[in-house]
């Protein structure tokens, strides 16, 4: 369709064909005054196209230095300054196309703070970076994980782990594999999994981090849960009739025939049967205790109400128990007798190990949790020890049952927490409790 505003170009264009014509018919007739006059039109007919075109450079100028800086506030005072330069249908329609143009912007706009701000909300760390190593952007749980909030390079993250700038340069679309990270707070294990993608020509890899630590840790609690179950409940069907059938016969040994001599000897074997049998079920009772604790009453308590009940609790003469407390105050949200329980646990075990300086200390850790921490200069536990001190039915000591930190675990798991365990042989151990955050 032919635009309105085109006829104004096309009059002046005209105006100076004609202008010229009649210019140059009256210089060939002689008539030099109005030569003269003719020429004088003609060049102001040509000085008006001039200015028109001039401001219709400036005109297009400006529409294309707004649409550069996306500044739409400067054209329309424009059309006001050459209200009577330019015709009003060009401004028009260029304000049309600017409006068209500034609906689209704010669309994507709006749509791109749509997904940065979907893109914070969620817990997987996310991070995009260029196959060179160049980061472009990186999501607010990945900064809270890593503990920075700018990076640059992809080589920056050897502070973090060693290993992952060359996990994340080898990361593929479709890979996935796991990271250990051993932090003062958590142990993390990560997984990596990678996509490719190519915006504007460039090529990005976008990878994505999950720390699976506190999920692979409940699903052993909940496999461990569900074997004890079944274990309990098949040995308990299995040695309580033999308890009572050796109960029974004890009570009827004296009408046996026989001499007293033989009735005594079986007396004694039915007494050692039924002791060893109810052995075994208080043994099997205190396994049961693992699958059925309450469910923790949640509650704020500070670390000072919880850690101050603990020390006067677990003081003795040896004065070996110190609390190393920060200047504010910690809040936490837990069940108090079920973390003095495991504390309880952790200094009796320290105790046993013959550490002098027992230390109870709070804080948050990188990823603001907060953690309690106990360490303790005992003789420490072996590396092969360690990984299975959390296991149901473990122990190295004689006359322990080996759930006191299977429970401790299980208190922790109940309180969407976790708890680590770091030790160096002739140094010490330290324990971790870490919760969630608070908010």
Known sequence: MKQKWV???????AALLLCCFITIWLGMHGFYISLLVAGCVTLFVAYTIYRYILRSARAM???????????????????????????????????????FYKQNLQKKESQ????????NHIDLSVLVYTPSGKIEWLNEAAKRLLGKSTLKSVEDLADFQPELPSRLYSLKAGD??????QKKEERIQLALSGMEFVIQGRPLIVASMKNIHSVLDNQETEAWQKLIRVLTHEIMNSITPVTSLSELLEQQIGNFDGDAEERKEILQMLQTIRRRGDGLIRFVNSYR?????????????TDRELLAGIAQLMHTDRDDLHLVLPDKPLRLIID?????????NLIRNARENDATDIRLSTGLSSGERPYIRIEDNGTGIEQEVLERIFVPFFTTKTTGSGIGLTISRQIMHLHHGTITASSET????????????LF
């Open 7 to 13: 006829k104004h170009p096309l009059l002046l264009t």
């Open 61 to 99: 100028a400006q529409l294309i230095w707004a649409i550069r800086y996306s500044d739409f506030l400067s054209l329309p005072a424009q059309r006001e300054e050459h209200l009577h330069s330019l015709p009003a249908e060009l401004w028009d329609e260029l304000n049309e196309a600017l409006d």
């Open 112 to 119: 791109l703070q749509y997904f940065q701000a979907l893109a």
């Open 176 to 181: 996935l594999s796991v990271l250990q990270v």
């Open 289 to 301: 205790e693992v699958s059925h604790l309450p469910q923790p009453l949640l509650k704020i308590y």
């Open 336 to 344: 108090k007798d079920l973390i003095e329980q495991v504390l309880i």
């Open 426 to 437: 002739g140094k010490g151990s330290t324990f971790t409790l870490l919760f969630p955050p």
